[in-house]
T-cell receptor, first 113, second 116 residues
Framework: SQTIHQWPATLVQPVGSPLSLECTVE??????LYWYRQAAGRGLQLLFY??????ISSEVPQNLSASRPQDRQFILSSKKLLLSDSGFYLC????????????FGEGSRLTVL | DQQVKQNSPSLSVQEGRISILNCDYT??????FLWYKKYPAEGPTFLIS?????DKNEDGRFTVFLNKSAKHLSLHIVPSQPGDSAVYFC???????????????FGKGTLLTVNP
């Protein structure tokens, strides 16, 4: 069966510090991978998605970046965090086009102080 | 520009009664709609979906209705149970190239509270 894991689960970082959130998927090949953010009062916002290794599409201009160094690994990064980067970050995967479902990880709570 | 709107941030119902969660969309290219349920500090989980070629899809206590002319869909939960208390997200996807068929656009969510 397919599983998705992301870490760390909770992170408290000072403004200006770097960020690295990692996500891995097991039990499937060539998944589409996504990073979403749930900020207070703003629902689920798509940040990045990837349909293959090294292929990253950015949805929202910001100081975050994403990378996909391996087929089932997706990393969300920042060189310098802002207060507005605080939120609940969710990694997700799907197979094929989205006439199907999106499966989410457990989420990572980031607090920037 | 918010393409998927859930105008009620919260809803409170009594156990055993019907819960109706509403969702409106503006993009006429959307052809597939989904509802996700989310508990605090967890990732959302898929609940039910509907294709634009249908106007109703039922799964146990959950029914989704789609009104394409009004660009409106709703989720009905009957009977409501305390365990249904969660945030419910409406989501939509569009076909075609440019990656649109790989993306879901979510609403802001509605917090449902079912009181015993």
């Amino acid at each position: 069966s397919q599983t998705i894991h992301q870490w760390p689960a909770t992170l408290v970082q000072p403004v200006g510090s770097p960020l690295s959130l990692e996500c891995t998927v097991e039990g499937t090949s060539n998944p589409n991978l996504y990073w979403y953010r749930q900020a207070a009062g703003r629902g689920l916002q798509l940040l990045f998605y990837s349909v293959g290794i090294g292929q990253i599409s950015s949805e929202v201009p910001q100081n975050l970046s994403a990378s996909r160094p391996q087929d089932r690994q997706f990393i969300l990064s920042s060189k310098k965090l802002l207060l507005s980067d605080s939120g609940f970050y969710l990694c997700a995967w799907s197979v094929g086009s989205l006439q199907g479902w999106l499966f989410f990880g457990e989420g990572s709570r980031l607090t920037v102080l | 520009d918010q393409q998927v709107k859930q105008n009620s941030p919260s809803l409170s119902v009594q156990e055993g009664r019907i819960s109706i969660l509403n969702c409106d969309y503006t993009n006429s290219m959307f052809d597939y709609f989904l509802w996700y349920k989310k508990y605090p500090a967890e990732g959302p989980t898929f609940l039910i979906s509907i294709s634009s070629i249908k106007d109703k899809n039922e799964d146990g206590r959950f029914t989704v209705f789609l009104n394409k002319s009004a660009k409106h869909l709703s989720l009905h939960i009957v009977p409501s149970q305390p365990g249904d208390s969660a945030v419910y997200f409406c989501a939509a996807s569009a076909p075609g190239g440019g990656g649109s068929n790989y993306k879901l656009t979510f609403g802001k969510g509605t917090l449902l509270t079912v009181n015993p």
